[in-house]
Structures are given as C-alpha cells and as structure tokens.
RNA sequence: GCGACCGUGGCGGAACUGGUAGACGCGCAGGACUUAGGAUCCUGUGGGGCAACCCGUGGGGGUUCGAGUCCCUCCGGUCGCACCA
C-alpha cells in the first residue's frame, strides 16, 4: 500500500473555499439556467454574539439540500442575507450605547466570515441586508402599494408602554405584567394611532390555500389555528334606548339560553348604554382593565371581573329584557367586542355568572351537568324549536332570527389585522407624510427610499414620541400633495415586513431601479423549496404568504404561494434545554471547526438525531465522524494508486452494498433524513475496508454522496482521483435495482411467535421449501416435536412462523 | 387548562405498509502495534444464567400466529396556544 497524506481539514478547506471563489462554482447564470432551482433558508438576525450552532444546524441542512439538488443536475440559486432591523439590535445597542448602525455591519461581517468558513454553496453576489437603504427602499415601496391599494390603514390600538424605557415594549417582554429589563417596573397600556396591513382580507384564502402546498402538516396545523375560522351568527340585541347591540355567536341553537350580555371595556356602546348609576363604578371599573397591560390581561389569573351597566337588552329569540355588562374577558379584537352569555353551555359564562348570581338557563339537554358545552343533545325551553338536535336548530333559528332583520350567518376569524408600526428608532421609517390639509400621502415613489437618520440621541424619552420626531430638518417636509408644511410619520415598520419579501428581492440584488426584475422572477419563483425553523411556522410565513398575495393581485407577481414547498428543521438542545443567551448554553461553532474542520461539524450536527426533529449538542461523538472522513480519505487514496495486482470490477458484496447504499443515501437525502444517510455512508465504507479496500469504482459514487455532507473532502479527494473538474459537475449516481435486492435473504423460523431458527435461503424462496429446510433444523424441530402445526405463516424473504 | 408530538442499551439514535428490537456512532472492556498512546488496528458489548434457555422498547390492560409499531388507560417529558364567544 502507498503511502497516504494525512488529512488536514484545515488546509483542505481553505483551499476549496478559495478555489469555489475563484472559479464562481456556487453562482449559478440567473439569466439563463437550464433547470432553476432556489434553495432557500431563513435568514439570520445577525446578532452580536455570532452564529451560533443552531443556525449552523439549520443552515447545513439546508445547504446539503441544495448541494444534492445540484448533483441530481439542478441549477441551485442558494442566497443568503441579514434580517439586521428590530428591537434585539436596538435593545443591543441601547444596552452598550452605540448606535445600532454602528454595531450591526461589525455582527454582519462576523457572521460573512462563519458562514464562509462552514463551506455553505452560497451565491454572495446576490447577499443582501433588510438595513441597506437600496433594501429597505423597496420595503418602503411595499408599503406604498398596499397603502394605495386601501390595504394599509391607521387605528387605535392598545401597546404595551414601559415608563422606565419610556417606549413600547413588545408582548414578549413582558413577564407577569413587569417590564424584562425592569423587573420592578409594571407595564402599562397605552391606545396609539397605528398602522395596520389588512391581512384579514385573505383570511379565506390564506386558509383554503394551505390545503395545496407541500408542507409539514405540523405547520399548516399551525397556520389554520391562528387564522382561527368558526361559523355561526351575527345576533342583533335591541335596547330600549334604540341601540342595536350586534354579537357573534357559533351557537346560535342557544339564543333561548342566553340571560345576559357583555361587552367589552372598550366597546364603543358602553357609554350609551350606562346608566346613571352605574356610571362611576363602570368607569372605574374601565380605568382598572385599562391599567394592565395586556398580556396579563389576556393571560393573567382566570378570576372574572366585571361590572352591570345598568340598563338591559332584548334577547331576540325569548324576547325577554336581560341585563348587560361590561367585562375584560370579552376582547374587542375579536368579532364584534360583545357576546351573549350562555352559562349553562359556555364554561366562561357559566363561571360568570356563578360568581355574579346571574340566571342560567338549560337550553340543549345532554344529560351531563352544566356547564355542558357539547354539541350533542335535543333543545329544551326553546319555543317551537325544543326537540331539534344541535345543528339542526342552528340552521333553523339562524333562519327564523334573520326573517325578523336580526340575525344573520356569518363566519369569523381569529385573525387580526397586522400591525406594523412601531414606536422605535431601528427600523424602515414608515414613507407617509402627515399634512393637515391632505390627511396621510404616501411619499412619491421617486424620492424613496425615506432613509433612516443616523442619530446619536436614539434613546426613547418621556415626551412618548419617536426619538426621530426631534430631528427637526427629518422630521418637517412639505406635503407631496399641497406643499404645505408636513410631518414625516415617525413610526417604523414592523421587522416582520423586512422578511415578508426577502426572498423576492435575491434573485435581482443589482437592480436598483425594481424591486425585483420580472424575467428574474420568471426564472426563478416561486422557492423550490424552503427550509426553516418551526418558531417562525406562523408569522413569518403568514406574513410573507399575505404580501405575496396582495402583490399578485396587484399585478406584481405571477404567483400567490411564495412557498410551495416547505420543511421545517428541529431545534438544537443544549443540556436539555433550548440553546439561549440567558440560559448561558449557547455553543459558537468556531472553535468545534477550527480543532475538527467544518466537513466534521456539518456531518456531525447532521448525525446527532432527526434533521426535521432536532438533537441534543453534546461533542463526545465528533470523534467518530471525523475517524469515518479519515477512512474514506485512505480508501480514495488507494482508489488513486491501486496495487498492481487489484482485478476488474468490484467484489459482489461491495457491489451490492454499493447499490444499496446508493439508494438509500438517494431517499434519505431527499427526504431529509441525514442522519440515517449518513450511517449508510458508514456502514459502506465497513464494508469496503474488509472486502480489500479502496478502488475507483467503489470510491467515486461514494464521493459524490457524501459531496453535500462534507463538500471540501469530497472535492480534494475527487481532484486525488485525477478528475480536473469540480465534484459538484459530477452527476448523482443512480443505482441498478436488480443488483441491489440480488443476494441471499436470512428467514427467521418462529415457532408460536418466538424466534427458534435461522436461514439462509435464495431470495423469493417458496414456503414449501422454506418450511422443508425449517423442520430439518434442529432447535426447530425441538419446539415443533411432533406436535400437530395448525397454522403456517410465511411471510416472503423474511419470517416462519409454525403455530403449533 | 387546551392542542400536537414524544418516552427504545451507559449515551445520541435505527427499525418500510404489525414480521430478526437495538443499524450507525459514542462510551466501555480485552487484545495487537508501540519508549509511550488521549493515535491506529482487531475482538466483544441490552439484562440474567455455566448452559439449554428466560426476560426486555415508561407502567397496566387489550387486539393478533406475531406489537417498539394498532386500541384503551395511567405516568413522565418537549413544543405551541392563552378567556377567540
């Protein structure tokens, strides 16, 4: 045996690295690629502590995708960006007092250089930042379409305000109505002017939509719970005074039960409809809900508040006058802000009115104690309708109800509009000028993008205002329209819109002048495949799924699903626990890579467990990936010197093996399923090694397969075996089906469902013969023992069994 | 509280439509080579038993010739949601 070089990752990767660079082997022609195919993952926030392993997980599965996407002869679009905008950078940045765009191009330029390092098939001519104003100008433009389209629109709506950061804070950082940054300091609500995106449109269609993509079903699970649809009734309750009090019912069949209503503290009624009496304890009583924040609001403890107004409402089906509150469990973001209340079949009314002595009603009779909230059961003390199964006396009093101009059917959605204002420094200035005569305009498309001011003062102070409304020469510019004076709005939009259409941007990165260029988008869109994380499952999707739509039919784009295919990737653990910064068990890959070469750490994340369920991150186990590239790396070297005396043509079992681990690497991959691949790659190389060694017809195919795992060992041990042209031009071996089921198959002999035999018999052996070789063996026939067999199960090239 | 997913050797994990449980890897034990080995190679490795065998996929029950896989129930864990009328 020639003497082999030893294997040093490092240098083998920094000599790839260099040679892809150099030879442009990951930039596919945009403009004219034989088989597009966009390979894409969700971006990272570059934060400042470095791309952590989680990313590196997500991203290495990702990037084998695409890799084994371009081996099966694909042209593979792989882009990558930075999703810099947002309240973590700005917090950041307020935290170490410097300006977050001082900060954000030193965390970039960080992860440009770990994301080189760990050998990702990146396309950096088409790189891009949501920060740039050469990005954010087109998110701008966004903006500006849906706002002239009527889908972008102001409403008062509730924040969460803490007066020590003198800013919004978002719901996640408030912890038990406390301020995350100060725990002393309780979170108070606050009713701001704010900018909404009317996703509620499309709830329909976003809904109906998931039924044709190709995505985990855990996500559209996700997805179709968040838009949330119910069908039911819109119900009219009419007061003496002459209001019309509209609720939204899913259970019309109980309007015979419902003994009172509520509205919510905010529902615009409540005034009209107080009387006298009730007028300071309501009011407090409003003060009181308006004090909390919102979180612990809708979280908090399960105890019902609420207060009587004073004044009564008809019920339309009994006709009787039932009293009507007002109650903080009732939320005004959800249909009409007023509902009925049915105690004895709603669990929330029924303890409502159990705590506040209010009648309750049986109205459907299931024979189960109250509150009984099941479907099922016949009405009772219901009129002419007492008798009718659920879903009958729904249609039937929906219908009765609507003859008299009070009811209608309706379906609702739990969806709310999107708000996409935010009270901050760090984000797109929303491009819309405030002039008192004209309203809001829309800044002119021509003098986009509204750039973000650099300002040292970025803090929030206590005037509430945006830190960009004391930049005076930003802040005041003449109406577009009338050329008065106006005022820039100050709000920012959400980060959320900066991902919404990233993916559309890649493609046309040089174009300044379009968003993105429609041969381009011809070309390449919608994404192949997408692959990401499960904790944006909801709102990124949703979000990007919405602007897409409304942008094709506006007439933008070619296609409404941004993403027909989708896979979600697991999460990387940590000691049993979610990788994070306060948990203080966040693993930088750098120096797993700089000891074991990023060939060893991909394939390694990539075998610690199940790509789409995630891993526990524990390092004892790298040795034996790295001790499996070593042996491919000897086996490829004596494939490049064979010994003199080496015959033609593989040895049979190397060749069955061979075609078997083709198929299967073939269909694991495919299906994400790395880690079995890779074990299959494994046991391969085993078997190579005991059948005598490396040899080009047993090396090559091998290369090629583990080329997406381990790109940088696969290509200079490609380039070992004299090839001149990169492993990535090489094609995907394809495997002969005849040759991988040929071979022996061993049968176990089972006697009344225990194992007692083994054999070895031709594959697709008869069960005569099976069963004749069975009774002659020994340990066999020690169970069967002239016992009567009653029953033979044959189960082909696999089981026995004699029950006797 | 509701919903989804999951419980397999010392550890990470394999196991197609019910059909050889523990692939592959780590670790561990013994051996070889060596001045040395935390390098490399070989052998073994679910538990019990000298053995024939017996037991074993969170606990209990069921269906079946046969259950990690299907059904019921209990226990434990992870994730998501948060009064959605």
């Excluded at 930088?588 to 990023?598: E, H, L, S, T």
């Excluded at 290369?703 to 696969?714: D, F, I, R």
């Amino acid at each position: 045996m020639s003497s082999v070089p030893p294997y040093d990752p490092r240098a083998v990767e920094a000599k790839w690295q260099a040679r892809w660079a150099g030879d442009h082997t990951n930039e596919p022609d945009l403009d004219r690629p034989r088989r597009p195919f966009y390979n894409l993952m969700m971006f990272p926030y570059p934060s400042a502590e470095g791309l952590h392993v989680g990313n590196m997980f997500a991203f290495t599965g990702a990037d084998i995708y695409g890799r084994f996407k371009r081996l099966q002869g694909y042209d593979v679009f792989e882009p990558i960006g930075f999703d810099a905008f947002g309240i973590h950078s700005e917090n950041y940045a307020l935290q170490v007092g410097t300006n977050p765009a001082r900060l954000i191009p030193k965390n970039i330029e960080t992860f440009r250089r770990q994301l080189r390092r760990f050998g990702g098939m990146f396309d950096w001519r088409h790189e891009l930042s949501t920060t740039d104003p050469r990005y954010y100008k087109w998110t701008q433009w966004i903006f500006l379409q849906l706002f002239k389209a009527g889908l972008a629109f102001r409403k008062k709506a509730a924040v969460n305000w803490c007066p020590k950061d003198m800013s919004v804070v978002a719901n996640e950082q408030v912890i038990n109505g406390y301020c995350e940054r100060h725990p002393d300091t309780k979170v108070e609500q606050r009713f701001l002017e704010q900018w909404f995106f009317a996703i509620t449109k499309y709830a329909a269609r976003l809904l109906d939509n998931l039924d044709r993509v190709d995505w985990s079903e855990s996500t559209r699970t996700l997805q179709r719970n968040w838009i949330g649809r119910s069908e039911g009734a819109e119900l009219v309750f009419t007061t003496a005074g002459g209001a019309n009090i509209a609720v939204f019912t899913t259970r019309p069949d109980t309007v015979f039960g419902a003994t009172y209503l509520v509205l919510a503290p905010e529902h615009p009624l409540v005034d009209q409809l107080t009387a006298q009496e009730q007028r300071s304890a309501v009011n407090a009583y409003r003060r009181e809900v308006q004090a909390k924040d919102i979180v612990s609001r809708k979280v908090g403890d399960k105890a019902k508040t609420g207060v009587f107004l004073g004044s009564y409402a008809r019920n339309p089906a009994t006709e009787e006058a039932i009293p009507i509150w007002v109650a903080d469990y009732v939320l005004m973001e959800y249909g009409t802000g007023a509902i009925m209340a049915v105690p004895a079949h709603d669990r929330r009314d029924f303890e409502f009115a159990t705590q506040f002595k209010l009648p309750i009603r049986e109205v459907v009779h299931t024979g189960e104690p109250l509150p009984s909230v099941a479907e099922a059961g016949v009405l009772v003390h219901s009129g002419e309708f007492d008798g009718l199964s659920c879903p009958e006396a729904q249609r039937r009093i929906v219908g009765w109800l609507q003859a008299k101009g009070l009811g209608t059917p309706q379906v609702q959605y739990r969806l709310h509009d999107w708000c996409i204002s935010r009270q901050r420094y760090w984000g797109p200035p929303i491009p819309i000028i405030h002039c008192d005569r004209c309203g809001p305009v829309g800044v002119p498309e021509e003098d986009l993008p509204v750039e973000l001011p650099f300002i040292e003062d970025f803090r929030p102070d206590a005037s509430g205002v945006s830190p960009l409304a004391r930049h005076k020469e930003w802040y005041f510019v003449k109406c577009p329209q009338c050329g008065a004076q106006g005022r820039r709005e100050t709000d920012v939009s959400d980060t959320f819109l900066d991902s919404a259409w990233y993916f559309l941007r890649y493609p046309s990165t040089e174009f300044d002048d379009r968003p993105w260029d429609p041969a381009r988008t011809t070309t390449w869109l919608p994404v192949s495949t997408y692959i990401g994380g499960n904790e944006h499952a909801v709102l990124h999707l949703l979000y990007s799924r919405f602007v897409t739509m409304a942008l094709e039919e506006l007439g933008h784009l070619h296609f409404e699903e941004p993403f027909p295919k989708l896979r979600a990737h697991g999460l990387i653990i940590k000691d049993g626990a979610k990788m994070s910064k306060s948990r203080g068990n966040v693993v930088i890959p750098d120096a797993y890579i700089q000891k074991w070469g990023a060939d060893t750490f991909r394939m390694y994340l990539m075998f610690l467990g199940p790509f789409q369920e995630g891993g526990d991150f524990r390092d004892e186990g790298i040795t034996g990936i790295r001790r499996f590239l070593e042996k491919v790396w000897t086996l490829a070297h004596e494939a490049a010197t064979p010994a003199p005396d080496a015959g033609p043509g593989l040895p049979e079992a190397v060749q069955r093996k061979l075609h078997q681990t083709i198929r299967k690497v073939t269909a694991d991959t495919e299906s994400l399923d790395y880690n079995t691949a890779i074990a299959a790659m494994m046991e391969y190389v085993n078997l190579v090694r005991e059948q005598g060694g490396g040899s080009r017809d047993g090396v090559e195919p091998l290369l090629v397969m583990l080329a997406p795992y381990a790109p940088h060992v696969a290509e200079e041990l490609w380039s070992a075996l004299e090839h001149d042209r990169s492993v990535f031009q090489a094609s995907w071996p394809s495997y002969d089906a005849g040759l991988a089921a040929a071979g022996d198959v061993e049968i176990v002999v089972q006697v009344n469902g225990k194992v007692r035999g083994r054999l070895t018999v031709s594959r697709g052996a008869s069960e005569a013969e099976v069963v004749e070789l069975a009774l002659r063996d020994e340990s066999v026939r020690k169970f069967v023992d002239g016992k009567p067999v009653r029953k033979t199960i044959y189960v082909q090239d696999r089981l026995l069994n004699f029950v006797v």
